[in-house]
């Protein structure tokens, strides 16, 4: 079985801090996405394919939320550099750079295209969340949603957003 199989029954978890991503504007698509650092990134297991995914995403003691998370190389870097990028279901207020970002990583939805517009990216990426909130509210992904990796207060946070 490979991982995406394997992640509905046993989630990836990391976290990290929020950093600066490449400034590729994802925000004035109104899809804004948090970046990761690369020690998030190089600890991902070499199995994890290149591709949108859906999970839980928490900004340091805040809320659980429904999340899309894309992992794939960066044009900017010609392809060399990997990322991790949330894009979390939810409105915040403001950004939350330098906050302890958790996630849990649930399930696979697609391998990563190029897209013709923007608009069909787009497209793509409002199809994306629509999956992601579908899928996340089986019974199923309530454990991941509950494990202890999310749900634990943690007290030694720098930022105090959330
Ligand atoms: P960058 O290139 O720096 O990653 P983005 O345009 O992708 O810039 O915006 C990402 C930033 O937007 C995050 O680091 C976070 O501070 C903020 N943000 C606000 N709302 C969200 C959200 N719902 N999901 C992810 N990031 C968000
Ligand atoms: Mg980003």
Request: charged share 25%; proline share 4%; aromatic share 12%.
């Amino acid at each position: 079985m490979n991982i995406n199989n394997r992640l509905s029954i046993n989630p990836y978890f990391t976290s990290g801090p929020v950093v600066k991503g490449f400034g590729r504007g994802s925000k004035k698509l109104g899809i804004p996405t948090a970046n990761f650092p690369d020690t998030v990134i190089n600890a991902l297991p070499q199995e994890f394919e290149t591709g949108v995914y859906y999970g839980w995403a928490r900004v340091n003691n805040g809320d659980i939320h429904k999340a899309v998370l894309s992992i794939g190389y960066n044009p900017f870097f010609k392809n060399e550099v990997k990322s991790l990028e949330t894009h979390i279901i939810h409105e915040f207020d403001k950004d939350f750079y330098d906050a302890w970002l958790r996630i849990s990583i649930c399930g696979y939805i697609r391998s990563q295209e190029n897209y013709n517009s923007v608009d069909d990216l787009i497209k793509a990426i409002r199809n994306d969340i629509k999956e992601a909130t579908e899928n996340l509210d089986k019974p199923i992904f309530t454990a991941a949603r509950e494990s202890e990796d999310l749900v634990k207060h943690i007290d030694t946070l720098v930022d105090s957003y959330g």
